[in-house]
């Protein structure tokens, strides 16, 4: 067991999603059953008393790996020293709400935790934005974070869909969901992302040893491949994008546990390595033609060396799937655009 504790720090930690989350850090299944974590707990005034009452079943819980446990609502003794910053607090979109409204409240939440994690954070830091809109938050903490964090090390969660994809295609080709690889998100997390299977394979299919695609197990299973192109274009691009919304009407709220699992997804596979390629936004450089400083979703490694996310490259990309990630990407630009309206970057 390493010796010295991994400082993690989650914002919004009274809320739901951070009360899903702080469990099973605790617990090792994000860093490993070898590596002892600090757990560091960010909340608004108004949410002390949950996160108070959280940290106090963490005591209860007496997980072997976990440190200790310190709640605030100072940014600066928040991010002291973390290693790994998980952002999940952010302003909700409210009925009337305009966009530009939204960015700017966001605005005034991810700037002075980008300013904190710029001043106090580990020289190794890492950061996952899960907040909604969660590429463009990222991108306005990387830019408060500078010149003291590189802006590379600001990621944003995409890997909600990326689940969510995995798993609409195994229930429809009633194999596990360990069985799917190598599906790819583009774009914003937003209903205008795209869900990409032209490179996903089924690991173990019917003794073919490098797998089969999965554009022609969908074929097989639906009754030829235009049945198959229907079926993505109509049902499945829809349904993940929309899979939130989805759940609200379902469930009566939106996604937790879900959210959570994904946001420990994506810190494992950066830290630990990945198997295959998975989905993450992460600081584009221009790569498939997305301008460059994009927070943007892309086909994602990771070798668990300490160098985070690298973006896969070469992936042909077809003008049907250009058209999509196009358009999730001008989003973003406008996203972007807005914020810089606003003063912020």
Wanted: some cysteine.
């Amino acid at each position: 067991m390493a010796s010295e504790p991994t400082t993690v720090t989650i914002t919004g930690a009274g809320g739901q999603i951070g009360y899903a989350l702080m469990f099973r850090i605790a617990a090792g299944d994000m860093l490993g059953p070898d590596r002892p974590v600090r757990l560091r707990l960010l909340e608004i005034p108004q949410g002390m008393r949950s996160a108070d009452g959280a940290a106090l079943e963490l005591q209860d819980c007496a997980f072997p790996l976990l440190h200790d446990v310190e709640v605030t609502d100072d940014p600066l003794t928040a991010f002291n020293g973390t290693r790994i910053a998980m952002l999940v607090g952010a302003r909700p979109r409210t009925a009337g709400m305009e966009r530009a409204d939204l960015l700017a409240a966001n605005a005034g939440i991810f700037g002075p935790q980008g300013d904190a994690i710029g001043a106090v954070a580990d020289d190794d830091v890492r950061v996952v934005v899960v907040g909604n809109p969660a590429n463009t938050n990222a991108l306005i903490a990387a830019a408060a974070a500078s010149p003291d964090v590189p802006a590379d090390r600001f990621t944003a969660l995409t890997r909600l869909d990326h689940n969510r994809a995995v798993g609409q295609l195994a229930e429809v080709l009633q194999v596990g969901p360990g069985e799917i690889a190598d599906v790819v998100i583009w774009g914003n997390h937003s209903a205008s992302q795209f869900p990409d299977v032209s490179h996903a394979t089924l690991r173990q299919a019917r003794g073919r040893e490098n797998g089969m695609p999965v554009l022609d197990a969908l074929a097989e299973r639906l009754g030829g491949r235009e049945a198959a192109t229907a079926w993505l274009d109509e049902v499945f691009i829809p349904r993940v994008a929309q899979r939130g919304a989805e759940i609200i009407d379902v469930r009566g709220s939106s996604s937790v546990a879900s959210a959570a699992n994904a946001a420990i997804d994506h810190v494992r596979d950066e830290q630990l390595g990945t198997r295959g390629v998975t989905s993450a936004a992460v600081l584009s450089r221009g790569e498939y033609g997305v301008p460059e400083g994009l927070v943007c979703s892309f086909p994602v490694t990771s070798r668990g060396d300490g160098e985070g996310y690298r973006i896969v490259e070469g992936l042909e990309v077809d003008d049907r799937a250009r058209g999509r990630i196009e358009a999730s990407v001008a989003e973003l630009v406008a996203e972007r655009d807005a914020v810089r309206d606003l003063g912020v970057l």
